[in-house]
């Protein structure tokens, strides 16, 4: 985690203040708040930033929760946050189900390319209950 958390911090200090960076940090809050969360930071410039969030008791997947920071436009960057499908709800119906989408399984994501809020605490909501889910 110590090398995770210093790339995430180096990542988080270069990145220019701005919508999607602020959704982005409140999703990373939400995300640290599950208890017993292990994270996890993939950079890929130009392609994503990833904030993964995996649970030492789920079986058989590497995570509940993909944060990715879409990064084809360092100017225009946006998120989408994705689950497997079966672990959490969608009640506004405001993911997009891709089938197979989060490694090779089916998925469940939101794209967020602005800071609205009521859209950004309905994707913290997502995480917690992946989180709950994973934690089982």
Same mark, same amino acid.
């Given at each position: 985690m110590?090398?995770? $958390? #210093?790339?995430?911090? *180096?990542?988080?200090? =270069?990145?220019?203040?701005c919508? &999607?960076?602020?959704?982005?940090?409140?999703?990373?809050?939400?995300?640290?708040?599950?208890? /017993?969360?292990?994270?996890?930071?993939? *950079?890929?410039? /130009?392609?994503?930033? &990833? !904030?993964?969030?995996?649970?030492? $008791?789920?079986? =058989?997947?590497?995570?509940? *929760? !993909?944060?990715?920071?879409?990064?084809?436009?360092?100017?225009?960057?946006?998120?989408?946050?994705?689950?497997?499908d079966? %672990?959490?709800?969608?009640?506004?119906?405001? /993911? @997009?189900?891709?089938?197979?989408?989060? %490694?090779?399984?089916? #998925?469940r994501?939101?794209?967020?390319?602005?800071?609205?809020? @009521?859209?950004? #605490?309905?994707?913290?909501?997502?995480?917690?209950?992946?989180? *709950? &889910?994973?934690?089982?």
């Open positions: 110590e090398n995770t $958390a #210093a790339e995430l911090e *180096a990542f988080l200090t =270069g990145w220019e203040s919508d &999607s960076k602020q959704a982005f940090l409140a999703c990373r809050q939400a995300l640290e708040s599950v208890e /017993g969360v292990v994270l996890g930071f993939k *950079a890929r410039p /130009g392609i994503t930033y &990833s !904030l993964r969030g995996s649970h030492p $008791a789920q079986q =058989g997947r590497d995570l509940f *929760a !993909l944060i990715d920071v879409i990064d084809d436009d360092p100017e225009q960057r946006w998120l989408s946050v994705c689950f497997y079966d %672990m959490i709800t969608d009640p506004d119906e405001q /993911g @997009d189900w891709v089938p197979g989408g989060l %490694m090779g399984e089916d #998925a994501c939101f794209n967020v390319d602005e800071l609205d809020e @009521d859209l950004v #605490a309905y994707v913290a909501a997502r995480i917690r209950e992946a989180g *709950a &889910s994973a934690a089982k």
